[in-house]
């Protein structure tokens, strides 16, 4: 039928394809961010011969500015991406306790995506999810987690999905700093 539209998959709609994208990469950010974190502090002690903790304390007690240097820089770069993973993991809790699929929804994220080892295969995944949901098969599987992919996104991006984003970036220019 010509006048007919196709229904594109959730991963085709490119409404949803940050958060396909976000979550096939949230397990590498994670892990990104732990490393970061330890290597930092390492160098850090090693260098300076104190924590950082201890170290920026004196700092601020003693009202030094530590504006422009390379230690500021990589605390900003850690701090944003620390956000963006706890504004995912608000997601899926808000997901996982107010969507009337929350549950069901929560659990196929969390061996699908979120897991701290990957699954290796679907057959895996599937029956990690038995207990949570009953009698789950592939097509349901893959049904489903495109439902929760969906719902995840309407949390996390609503108002601004993709189409609205040059809107929100002339309401909200991003500055220097931000855009580096």
Not at 7 to 30: C, G
Not at 78 to 96: C, G, P, T
Request: charged fraction near 30%.
């Amino acid at each position: 039928m010509a006048g007919k539209k196709s229904k594109k998959s959730v991963a085709e709609d490119a409404r949803y394809h940050d958060t396909w994208r976000l979550l096939k990469k949230y397990r590498d950010v994670v892990w990104s961010m732990e490393l970061s974190v330890q290597q930092l502090k390492k160098e850090f002690e090693l260098e300076y011969g104190t924590s950082i903790d201890d170290f920026l304390e004196s700092v601020y007690m003693a009202g030094a500015d530590l504006s422009g240097t390379q230690i500021e820089n990589h605390a900003r770069c850690i701090e944003r991406s620390n956000k963006m993973i706890r504004l995912v993991n608000s997601a899926v809790d808000l997901l996982r306790t107010k969507h009337k699929n929350g549950e069901a929804y929560y659990w196929i994220l969390y061996y699908t995506y979120l897991i701290p080892q990957q699954i290796e295969s679907t057959n895996l995944i599937i029956e990690q999810l038995q207990p949570h949901i009953r009698d789950i098969s592939r097509t349901t599987y893959f049904r489903k987690r495109e439902q929760a992919v969906a719902s995840l996104s309407s949390i996390l991006w609503g108002y601004s999905s993709k189409d609205c984003m040059s809107m929100l970036s002339d309401l909200f220019p991003l500055s220097d700093e931000d855009e580096r």
